[in-house]
């Protein structure tokens, strides 16, 4: 169907050069020396519509950061959707604590709400919502099931940005919001990450967390490191490169939001396939990926792995999202550690293995295909070809099989 390219993704923003060569010959390289990073922060808070935001190394280190001032301690548990990338809850063992997944609504991609109260124990402390390819978690449901059981919520914004859940930007509607910089995503960097809240003194206390514990604002100087802390410090340089990739961050958004719109009608079309249904209408996905569902039998049985192989040779990118990661070596790795048996006893580790059963989020890592956000900038003609792609495919799914 399609030979020509497709838009490239990061684009570079020459306006960035003057500033980024003044500040590396002058050597303020680091935040402590220099106003880029502050100048990011204020930006970013202002476009997120939030009171404050703390720019940090990587969104990884914003949800480090996140955690431990929100209080996830050793031993404690976080409810975690199991469709997301694995860093959102690499966090939570990192912090010596349990992520229990909360099954995923297939037709949503996102964490259902339903199911959180049957996760609940009385060591569960904190809830990760992910926005995972940038579409609104229902928050509503979210936050009230958070206030009822009294869990702090720390959303996993990092493919989120300018996603929005009842007119609010995703990331401000917790009680910290997490962002991630890095090269693909559509506010890129290289790497970086950001915490976004409205909390003064828990902002200071990320600040503080995130310069090594030192005194900041309401965190005062009882000594000279009154809380612990890390280095998860942004560079200079990350900001500049981040202050020049937003001017064209709105603008991507709204293309991404029409060519979306166009497929979601298109592709509905096509027997078998099923795209992302919002939580609410009043809702916008970020399209950090354009998801949809592939159901086989709908296509005479054609296995997904070849839908997409098919879909690849007829020039158009794709990929098949997460797989069932509630399986990984990691967490096995993690719950035979010493540190993990002295934490949780074995009928509590038991119980987690038996319960570790998410229908909703196998079928989802079986059914999905999603398309990577750059393609979202092409044009209507660009629309056109994956909707003629895959209406191809499928009137040749019999010699598919
Ligand atoms: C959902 C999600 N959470 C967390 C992260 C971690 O962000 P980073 O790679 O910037 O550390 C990512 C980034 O890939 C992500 O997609």
Not at 344 to 354: A, G, Y
Request: charged share 25%; with cysteine.
């Amino acid at each position: 169907m399609r030979t020509a390219a497709w838009p490239d993704w990061p684009i570079w923003n020459r306006n960035a050069e003057d500033g980024i060569a003044e500040m590396l010959r002058s050597g303020r390289w680091w935040r402590g020396s220099g106003e880029h990073v502050a100048e990011f922060e204020k930006k970013y808070a202002d476009l997120m519509g939030v009171k404050r935001c703390l720019a940090t190394a990587s969104g990884t280190t914003a949800l480090l950061v996140a955690t431990h001032v929100l209080g996830v301690d050793a031993g404690d548990e976080v409810l975690v959707s199991p469709y997301t990338f694995i860093a959102t809850y690499n966090v939570i063992f990192m912090n010596k604590a349990l992520p229990v997944f909360v099954d995923t609504d297939p037709k949503t991609f996102l964490i259902n709400p339903s199911k959180i109260e049957e996760r609940l124990t009385d060591r569960t402390s904190a809830i990760i919502p992910v926005h995972i390819y940038g579409l609104p978690v229902d928050m509503d449901r979210l936050n009230a099931a958070a206030k009822k059981h009294d869990l702090k919520v720390i959303e996993d914004a990092c493919q989120a940005w300018l996603g929005e859940y009842k007119g609010k930007k995703l990331g401000t509607l917790g009680d910290l919001g997490c962002f991630s910089f890095q090269n693909s995503k559509n506010l890129p960097a290289g790497e970086g990450g950001a915490v976004v809240g409205n909390n003064d003194k828990i902002m200071d206390r990320c600040y503080s967390f995130h310069n090594c514990g030192r005194p900041y604002q309401s965190v005062e100087r009882t000594s000279d490191y009154p809380i612990r802390g890390s280095n998860r410090r942004m560079q200079q340089i990350q900001a500049l490169i981040l202050l020049s990739q937003m001017e064209r961050i709105q603008k991507d958004a709204d293309v991404r939001l029409e060519n979306a719109k166009y497929l979601d009608k298109k592709l509905a079309e096509i027997p078998g396939i099923v795209p992302y249904k919002l939580v609410t209408e009043d809702a916008r996905s970020a399209y950090h990926l354009y998801p949809f569902r592939f159901i086989s039998k709908e296509f005479g049985n054609v296995k997904r792995e070849k839908f997409i192989q098919a879909l690849k040779a007829e020039g158009v990118p794709c990929s098949d999202g997460y797989g069932k990661q509630n399986h990984d070596g990691l967490i096995e790795e993690a719950l035979n550690s010493r540190g993990y048996k002295r934490l949780f006893s074995e009928k509590r580790l038991k119980q987690w293995r038996e319960e570790n059963v998410l229908p909703g989020n196998d079928q989802l890592t079986e059914e999905a295909v999603a398309f990577y956000q750059s393609i979202l900038l092409g044009t209507k003609s660009d629309m056109d070809d994956i909707v003629n792609a895959i209406t191809k495919i499928y009137e040749n799914r019999g010699s598919l099989v």
